[in-house]
């Protein structure tokens, strides 16, 4: 027999080298779809701006840096501010990412009479969803002016889209409340109620919504070790 024969292995080494690079790039592919440790979440800070809400949309201005602190714990957040107020204007700021900014933006913002426009605020939300992972939509509201088939239908829409509804409830119109209750359920978020001038019960509030934008679950289940206010809310989700 000829020296000159290959052996028979060397006959499949040029099969195994396709396979190797499918491989590797089977495996980079899969890398490019894991979340990058500590990267920014994004939140919709959604706000009623009717005549009623002159003093809960000041307290809010207040305590909205708040919310970036607790994200900043765990990876950071972008904030887009959306709004309605008066005849028929519902509107949306920019994505900011960090307190001052979203104070700038809420301080060139007056209340104005008008109803409710929640359901525009819903499918805002899942129009940027669609072009963005979005990971929370945080709520902050006291009335409801609408169908609530119609509402909870935009809820399924966003919840498809993974962005889960935390409804922040001011007072206690029932109305309002089982409205708000249905949104947070069909999105798989939480609803939570405070009173007026109840500062650090909203505070709390809007904390744990960023920190679950920002870090997901784990960062809400870490939360609510600490903050009394985060347990609820973290009971009531969906994972």
């Known amino acids: 027999m000829s020296t000159n024969t290959p052996p028979a292995s060397s006959d499949r080494a040029p099969a195994r080298a396709p396979s190797a690079r499918a491989e590797v790039a089977a495996f980079v592919e899969a890398a490019r779809q894991v979340p990058a440790v500590g990267a920014r979440g994004r939140l919709i800070f959604a706000l009623d701006a009717t005549m009623s809400r002159q003093a809960?949309?000041?307290?809010?201005?207040?305590?909205?840096?708040?919310?970036?602190?607790?994200?900043?714990?765990?990876?950071?957040?972008?904030?887009?501010?959306?709004?309605?107020?008066?005849?028929?204007?519902?509107?949306?700021?920019?994505?900011?990412?960090?307190?001052?900014?979203?104070?700038?933006?809420?301080?060139?913002?007056?209340?104005?009479?008008?109803?409710?426009?929640?359901?525009?605020?819903?499918?805002?939300?899942?129009?940027?969803?669609?072009?963005?992972?979005?990971?929370?939509?945080?709520?902050?509201?006291?009335?409801?002016?609408?169908?609530?088939?119609?509402?909870?239908?935009?809820?399924?829409?966003?919840?498809?889209?993974?962005?889960?509804?935390?409804?922040?409830?001011?007072?206690?119109?029932?109305r309002a409340a089982a409205a708000y209750k249905e949104i947070a359920r069909v999105t798989g978020g939480a609803y939570g109620a405070f009173d007026a001038g109840a500062a650090a019960r909203l505070e709390a509030l809007l904390k744990a919504a960023a920190a679950y934008a920002a870090g997901g679950r784990g960062a809400l289940e870490a939360l609510a070790k600490q903050s009394a206010a985060a347990r609820p809310l973290l009971e009531q989700m969906r994972s």
């Open 56 to 174: 809960t949309w000041d307290l809010a201005q207040t305590l909205q840096a708040g919310m970036f602190d607790a994200a900043a714990k765990v990876g950071g957040l972008d904030v887009q501010l959306v709004y309605f107020r008066g005849r028929d204007e519902c509107r949306a700021s920019r994505f900011v990412s960090e307190g001052r900014g979203l104070a700038d933006l809420m301080s060139r913002i007056s209340v104005a009479g008008g109803l409710t426009q929640i359901r525009r605020v819903l499918n805002h939300a899942a129009a940027e969803a669609r072009r963005g992972k979005v990971g929370a939509l945080v709520f902050v509201g006291d009335a409801m002016e609408e169908n609530v088939d119609a509402l909870a239908h935009a809820a399924g829409e966003l919840s498809l889209l993974g962005c889960k509804a935390f409804m922040f409830q001011e007072g206690d119109d029932p």
